[in-house]
């Protein structure tokens, strides 16, 4: 089959690789219908990936049809839509059981295409470890891009909001306009945040929040335009979708006295400089975490399906997988509007 190989810093190529097959009685082979370039996948693309591997399948989003399942799988057969979900749980253990997959004990925090160990799902097929557990059957009412959307960046985005503290009301701000980002414009307002800032250092992104219902903010001036706009409280929730150092701190600057900041962004740097007497003087909560993409599914379908969230919007490409190596170029680029690039086999 073809895929998607990462084999060094820049360099993604569409290469024959490995037929993705049954490994486990509990393993499903589905045939990739749609799969994502991830703000993640560009740590690999810049060569400060998860591993020292090269030749591996990259990507981690991806929708599809059943086409082969092992014998001890139970919820699925040939032909089912299904959506994959991008943290790969066992299915079996107490933390997989209470909705934590990624303190599975059994797996660790795995997901798709960051090595050899898992193969990614920028391929034509892609083989899914407790197919039972991983995957969902493409919910009544969504189409695919939709379910793509669900295989990693709503959920992600749902999770940055949810530990942010939000409460009706209340001025919260977004720092970073990608799609995560973007989504959760849509979702702090669901859940009933009064304004909400949204910083970006692209004016194009800024714009679009701002057609969101959110107040646009140069993270320029950010601090003063915040500081004017809420009489000096600043922020009571931020939630940090960059990962940047620049970012993270911006984050801290603009949260106020006992507020919250809720980070989703990669951060590979060890060494941080924490302003520690600032967030100790003003009581800050500070969070990260990573997703687990299955335990937001319940909360987020409805959303979908009701109207009240539109993930798919902030699709910007659509094109062949064969195309992955130009994709991935604009996407790190930022040109012609890439914000999420999404692939047909
Ligand atoms: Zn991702
Ligand atoms: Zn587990």
Redesign the pocket.
């Known amino acids: 089959m073809k895929a998607l190989r990462y084999h060094g810093e820049r360099d993604i190529r569409y290469e024959d690789f490995e037929d993705a097959s049954l490994t486990a009685d509990t393993d499903v082979v589905v045939k990739m219908d749609l799969c994502a370039i991830c703000g993640s996948d560009l740590h690999i693309y810049h060569g400060e990936g998860f591993s020292e591997d090269t030749g591996y399948c990259v990507g981690h989003e991806a929708v599809g049809t059943v086409e082969e399942v092992g014998k001890n799988v139970r919820r699925f057969r040939k032909g089912d839509p299904v959506m994959i979900s991008a943290a790969v749980?066992?299915?079996?253990?107490?933390?997989?059981?209470a909705g934590e997959?990624v303190?599975?004990?059994?797996?660790g925090f795995a997901c798709y295409g960051l090595s050899h160990a898992l193969q990614g799902c920028q391929a034509e097929a892609i083989r899914v470890p407790m197919g039972d557990f991983n995957l969902r059957a493409i919910p009544e009412g969504l189409d695919a891009e939709q379910a793509l959307m669900l295989t990693d960046n709503l959920p992600t985005s749902h999770l940055g909001c949810q530990r942010a503290d939000v409460t009706p009301g209340a001025d919260v701000g977004i720092v970073g306009l990608g799609p995560i980002g973007l989504m959760g414009v849509e979702i702090v307002h669901v859940m009933g945040a009064g304004r909400v800032f949204a910083l970006d250092l692209v004016p194009e992104r800024r714009e679009l929040a701002a057609k969101l219902g959110a107040i646009p903010v140069d993270p320029a001036s950010a601090t003063e335009t915040i500081f004017e706009a809420t009489r000096g409280k600043m922020l009571q929730s931020v939630v940090e979708c960059v990962g940047a150092d620049a970012s993270l701190n911006l984050a801290i600057q603009l949260a106020g006295v006992r507020g919250t900041i809720s980070s989703i962004g990669v951060n590979n740097n060890m060494a941080f400089p924490f302003p520690m007497a600032l967030m100790l003087a003003k009581g800050l909560t500070f969070r990260m975490a990573l997703c687990s993409v299955q335990s937001h599914w319940d909360e987020l379908i409805p959303l979908v399906q009701s109207g009240r969230l539109h993930p798919e919007q902030f699709i910007s490409h659509r094109m062949p997988l064969s195309q992955g190596a130009e994709a991935y170029r604009l996407f790190d680029a930022k040109e012609d509007g890439a914000m999420k690039m999404v692939f047909a086999p």
Do not use: D, E, L, Q
């Open positions: 749980g066992c299915g079996n253990c107490p933390a997989c059981f997959i303190k599975c004990h059994v797996s």
